[in-house]
């Protein structure tokens, strides 16, 4: 068995977690839901093996490292620890319908990583044999994986809003009665900023570690820093709107998922649109 | 007229302690942060000012659209930045300290309806044996209570973890104190660039804006070598160094390998591998030229470029080399030179020769075999150079913000009090974050308040 089976096998399985999750918002089926976590579940403990035989792989290849040193590895990894977050939320808040709003992400990833990337296990380029090089990549990533949660769970927010604010037909009603209430969703919103606001951070300081480590300087504003600095900004903005009325709800869930737009284009919109230290090895 | 002097410096520093200026700065420093992501930043390159029109140059310009990060406008942002979050501490510390040092101890009537977490409990003895009875319950379950007796009841009041509301702070501090650390760096440290080829030494260096900047020691190269894998991509580029005071090698900083991510410091300044090539002066490439037929080879020492004649007016020259050909010519490895070789009469050809692989040599040219047997050309590595007295108030800084987010975000200040009247006990709990693990907390300890017996 290959990793690269395994990854197969996990991108197909958040796909089918993924059209359960809307087959259980269409039905409200409440074994459905139950299906879906599982499925996904299955997917994140699937991935979780598959990680591990890669890193293995490279090991047994003579250029061992981590598996988190080009895009293709760092958008899988993006996947894992977002399910992840999705497996610790379900199991500890029960609200399963968040799944539909956010399996979505990791499949997206999981399906953009296998088909239209370079799957190859590369020797990592002096500038990237470091250690320093995982904790950063795992503090951002964990960071990102929350964010975007915390849009999922803000795009519920907006759409129960949207809903109840204009009419209350009793389809929408009852679609709607599926999700949590407003003042969960936001205080979702808010727990799962709080847990990747620090893991941005600590992100940010251990790249700037590095950074001076490496090349004597913490800041040079390249771009992917200053990118990282813009959605700690957001995030910021974020937890101080909290604090001051008349920003709280609609304002705060739009400010998420500004935040997570800002936050996919520092990660992906950087590599692809702007040039830097960070665009991965060709 | 001193009523609205005085009501306009309130307004000035409302203005500077509000939250919405906090919102706006965020926001701003977010929005044009992104200018410089897509705009060149620096010395600009000819191709980029050939392409946009003048006007808009001129106006980018202006506005050090170019070096945004240093534009005054930029920095000012921050200073305003900075002046938001000294007021709003100046401003809410002081209440923040208060709350901490002198709590409300006594509950009024109106406040206990506030509570979401709240329980009673119904005795019949004497209100002071409850008071006795309560306050040990409390010290024992959650922390030791004060006690204030007020209108014939007796307040109780226990809290836990009340500094924690000064994480926020700290927070912000750490902000600052990251601010401070840069500001010390721009202001003493310097950053910049040397070239050493190998087997000689520098005792200064490149800075930013071109001078050259002493370092009170000398740095000896002693060898630079580039690895690679075998795809061809660099696994290694490593400097060996040598630091010399007074023309001795120092103890310890002998022979010290520097490779990317492993810089070597001295006294404060830090070598960083940053780049390398051939080093220009000097260099002569050694080139043997067997006859296929059999015989003596016979070898030649030239210059890069310079012509060699042999015996049967035969010239050759080389036209490069390298020590390393493998990023060239996948498969191959070690130094290589591509030479054109002119027979008398015939037009001119080039090809590679190989120092490790003789028997390919051997498949090209005529009856004269071209070898290459290396070099004594040098290279030279470029290193960054590096000094920041300033790095260690960054992360002293940072260490504070990773530690004060922390405490702000998972720590709550929990406070409980209970009220003692004749005949009943009320206990109310509130706690500054995470409601509903205070909450589970408090049922547990409401459990065990209903169970006494007084
Ligand atoms: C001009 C700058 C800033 C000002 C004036 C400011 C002001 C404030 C104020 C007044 C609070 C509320 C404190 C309370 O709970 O009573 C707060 C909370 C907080 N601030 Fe700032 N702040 C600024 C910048 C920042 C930045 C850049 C960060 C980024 C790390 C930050 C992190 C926090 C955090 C983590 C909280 C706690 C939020 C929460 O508990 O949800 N602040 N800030």
């Not at chain 1, 299955?42 to 988190?68: C, I, N």
């Not at chain 1, 504003?221 to 910021?236: G, H, N």
């Not at chain 2, 992501?37 to 980018?60: E, H």
């Amino acid at each position: 068995m290959t990793s690269s089976m395994l990854f197969n096998v996990t991108t197909f399985t958040y796909l089918i977690s993924t059209v359960v999750f809307f087959a259980f918002l269409a039905s409200k089926n409440k074994s459905l839901g139950l299906v879906g976590s599982y499925v996904a579940y299955f997917g994140l403990a699937v991935q979780t093996v598959a990680v591990g035989l890669r890193w293995k792989e490279s090991y047994d290849m003579g250029v061992g490292h981590a598996p988190m040193s080009n895009l293709y590895e760092s958008i899988v990894f993006f996947s894992w620890t977002i399910v992840l977050l999705f497996a610790y939320i379900d199991l500890r808040y029960k609200y399963r319908i968040i799944g539909a709003f956010v399996l979505p992400f990791a499949l997206l990833g999981m399906a953009w990583a296998q088909l239209g990337m370079n799957t190859g296990i590369e020797p990592l380029v002096p500038a990237l044999q470091s250690n320093w090089l995982l904790y950063h990549v795992i503090t951002c990533f964990l960071g990102y994986a929350a964010f975007a949660v915390a849009c999922g769970i803000s795009i519920m927010y907006l759409i129960k809003t949207a809903a109840e604010g204009t009419d209350s037909s009793a389809t929408a009603g009852g679609l709607m009665s599926m999700f949590p209430p407003l003042k969960v969703l936001d205080d979702l919103n808010y727990r799962a900023i709080m847990i990747g606001f620090p893991l941005l951070t600590l992100g940010i300081i251990t790249g700037a570690a590095w950074a001076n480590y490496a090349w004597g300087t913490y800041w040079s504003w390249d771009p992917k820093e200053t990118w990282s600095l813009i959605v700690w900004f957001v995030y910021a903005a974020f937890l101080h709107a909290r604090i001051t009325k008349g920003w709280v709800g609609k304002r705060a869930a739009w400010l998420s998922v500004i935040g997570f737009a800002a936050t996919i284009f520092c990660y992906l919109g950087v590599n692809l649109f702007l040039s830097g230290l960070h665009s991965y090895g060709k | 007229m001193a009523t609205t002097e005085r009501s306009f410096i309130d307004t000035v520093w409302d203005f500077f302690c509000s939250l919405k200026l906090t919102l706006g700065l965020l926001i701003s420093l977010a929005l044009t942060s992104i200018i410089g992501t897509i705009l060149p930043q620096g010395a600009l390159n000819p191709q980029y000012v050939a392409s946009i029109s003048q006007a808009k140059l001129q106006i980018y310009t202006k506005l050090g659209f170019f070096d945004m990060y240093h534009s005054w406008w930029f920095i000012a942002l921050l200073y305003v930045f900075s002046l938001n979050l000294v007021c709003c501490s100046i401003k809410r510390l002081p209440h923040v300290f208060k709350f901490i040092s002198d709590p409300t101890l006594v509950l009024g009537e109106g406040q206990r309806n506030s509570f979401s977490l709240k329980k009673e409990l119904a005795f019949s003895g004497p209100v002071e044996k409850g008071k006795e009875r309560l306050s040990e319950f409390l010290g024992k379950e959650f922390s030791a209570p004060v006690v204030t007796e007020h209108n014939g009841e007796y307040h109780l009041f226990a809290q836990k973890t009340a500094w924690c509301r000064l994480g926020v702070y700290v927070v912000h501090l750490s902000i600052l104190v990251v601010f401070i650390g840069a500001i010390i760096g721009s202001l003493a440290g310097y950053k910049g660039y040397v070239n050493i080829v190998e087997g000689t030494s520098v005792n200064s260096f490149d800075g930013r804006n071109g001078q050259r900047i002493p370092l009170g020691f000398d740095v000896l190269c002693e060898k630079f070598s580039v690895e690679f894998y075998p795809t061809g991509a660099p696994k290694e580029f490593k400097s060996i160094l040598t630091v010399l005071e007074n023309g001795k090698p120092v103890p310890g900083y002998s022979q010290v390998k520097v490779i990317v991510n492993e810089p070597m410091s001295y006294k404060g300044i830090t070598f960083y591998q940053s780049s390398y090539g051939p080093a220009s002066e000097g260099s002569e490439h050694f080139i043997s030229v067997t006859p296929r037929k059999g015989g003596a080879p016979e070898k030649f020492t030239v210059a890069e470029g310079a012509l060699g004649t042999l015996k049967d007016g035969t010239t050759f020259r080389v036209l490069e080399a390298t020590q390393e050909v493998r990023q060239f010519a996948p498969g191959f490895s070690g130094p290589a030179a591509r030479i054109e070789v002119t027979r008398k009469g015939a037009k001119p050809q080039t090809y590679i020769v190989f120092k490790n692989y003789p028997e390919v040599n051997a498949q090209r040219g005529d009856d004269l075999i071209f070898g290459y047997d290396g070099t004594n050309a040098k290279q030279f590595t470029g290193l960054q150079v590096a000094k920041d007295p300033g790095v260690w108030v960054v992360w002293l800084g940072c260490a504070l913000m990773v530690i004060g987010i922390f405490i702000a975000f998972f720590m709550s200040h929990k406070r409980v009090w209970v009220v003692v009247s004749k005949g009943h006990a009320r206990m109310y709990g509130n706690a500054s974050k995470n409601q509903a693990a205070f909450q589970m907390q408090f049922e547990d300890l409401s459990e065990k308040f209903t169970e006494i017996k007084i």
